[in-house]
């Protein structure tokens, strides 16, 4: 039996595609090589889409990697009569060797992904549980450091946006388990064509103001309070209702919380004590700068940060701006500008870039919590008529917009 599933994680502005394979039963690795995409739709065993997705992949890397020819006759000489084929490359036209397939396995090496089929099928056998104070390190002993690095640390800075060392292996298992294990569409990579504003929060809101309920933008509650049954909730002006819910980020709950001097000390605890992982985003622009793909996965270290690339440019942002994302990062802005600019020159040389300029570097010192090992997350009910929704309650998942989705949900189940 043969299982191939596509993982598409979206996590603090980020997002990891992977491809995962699970083989058994005598086939061996050949028959995952694929000579063209009728073969590949034919085999059946990725679907329409995911072979055209992974070919186009594929045809890309070619054309980045491929030895380029001016002429027809030339590219001919060398890879013999019908051996090349014409592509457009920074604008022109060039000739390069055929594709002669995929591998969809995308040249891990052998060991690295046995040693990663080993580790999940352990997860697997342990249901995805995992002792609350393991972390995703621990989880990985005696996984391949190529898999480690390849996989698992972007994968886990990515979704979680923790590093493997102190990022909560239970949390990164569920993760695993829905995105690797669930049934076919239990995730996808979404890439926003359009501006965020209108997909969602415009749609949402437009949605509530044909419904009767008209929201008030841009007022900030400063105190909430116990009053009688109920509670008032204080703006510019008072208001009393029925019950609250708190939809802020957790500092700013645990301030309106104990401004309102309700009995909900371990409710409190719980909220303060959240820790902080930093995001940066780097815009930079070059001139006719494009990616061959809306976005690439960078080779990230110590000195070259950025894990992910967005091509602002074919996401319906201005051509040639680029968004270099930094999960879980250190340091201040000025020194992580330097450091993308070097990497981009360095890992994305073979656009010819030029020079590239920094537009405007985004350091977000409190995207979301550290989702560490253990953690004690406070729950949905704060006090009688007191709720609490948002991406840091207790729940199943990492600091994501599923998990404050499914916590909004859960906080409105609580007021019927
Ligand atoms: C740069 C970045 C990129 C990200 N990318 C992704 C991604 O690709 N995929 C993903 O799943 N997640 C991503 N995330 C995480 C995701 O944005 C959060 O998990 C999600 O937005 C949390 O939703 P929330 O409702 O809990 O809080 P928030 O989205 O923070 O909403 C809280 C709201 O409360 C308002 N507020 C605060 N105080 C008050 C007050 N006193 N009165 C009234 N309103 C108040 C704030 O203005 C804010 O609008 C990203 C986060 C960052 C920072």
């Not at 995911?50 to 380029?68: D, G, I, M, V």
């Not at 809306?294 to 051509?319: H, I, K, T």
């Not at 020194?335 to 405007?360: C, N, R």
């Amino acid at each position: 039996m043969k299982r191939s599933t596509q993982i598409g994680l979206a996590a603090a502005g980020v997002v990891m595609v992977a491809t995962y394979w699970s083989l058994s039963g005598g086939e061996s690795e050949d028959s995952l090589v694929y000579s063209n995409l009728a073969e590949c739709r034919a085999a059946n065993q990725l679907s329409t889409s995911q072979c055209e997705q992974r070919f186009n992949e594929a045809s890309a890397n070619h054309l980045r990697e491929a030895k380029k020819f001016t002429s027809s006759a030339s590219c001919e000489q060398e890879f013999g009569s019908g051996g090349c084929q014409s592509a457009v490359w920074n604008n022109a036209q060039v000739f390069i060797p055929a594709l002669a397939g995929i591998m969809l396995a995308r040249g891990w090496p052998l060991g690295d992904k046995l040693s990663m089929l080993k580790v999940a099928v352990g997860w697997q056998l342990k249901k995805f549980q995992c002792a609350p104070g393991d972390s995703v390190a621990d989880l990985c002993r005696g996984l391949a450091p190529g898999a480690m690095a390849a996989l698992i640390e972007p994968l886990c800075v990515s979704a979680l946006n923790t590093p493997a060392q102190r990022a909560s292996g239970q949390v990164f298992l569920r993760v695993m388990r829905d995105a690797l294990f669930a049934e076919s569409g239990g995730s996808n990579l979404l890439l926003p064509r359009t501006d965020l504003s209108a997909l969602l929060p415009d749609a949402a809101l437009a949605w509530l103001s044909a419904q009767g309920n008209a929201p008030r933008l841009g007022a900030r509650v400063q105190a909430i309070a116990p009053a009688g049954s109920g509670w008032v909730v204080s703006t510019d002006t008072s208001e009393a209702f029925d019950c609250v819910v708190l939809a802020c980020p957790p500092h700013e709950a645990a301030r309106l919380v104990e401004g309102s001097g309700v009995a909900a000390g371990d409710w409190l605890a719980q909220a303060q004590e959240l820790q902080y992982e930093a995001l940066t985003t780097v815009y930079a622009w070059a001139p006719g700068a494009r990616l061959e793909l809306p976005m690439l996965a960078l080779p990230a270290n110590a000195a070259e940060p950025a894990q992910f690339v967005f091509d602002r440019g074919q996401l319906s942002g201005p051509p040639g701006l680029l968004a270099f994302v930094i999960s879980a990062s250190t340091g201040d802005s000025a020194t992580l500008t330097a450091q993308v600019l070097a990497q981009a020159k360095s890992q994305l040389w073979h656009l010819g870039l030029g020079s590239m300029e920094a537009v405007q570097t985004i350091v977000e010192k409190r995207a979301t919590f550290a989702c560490t090992p253990g953690l004690q997350r406070p729950r949905a009910e704060v006090a009688p008529g007191l709720y609490a929704c948002g991406d840091y309650i207790a729940g199943p998942y990492p600091a994501t917009l599923e998990g404050a989705v499914r916590s909004g949900l859960e906080a409105a189940r609580h007021l019927h």
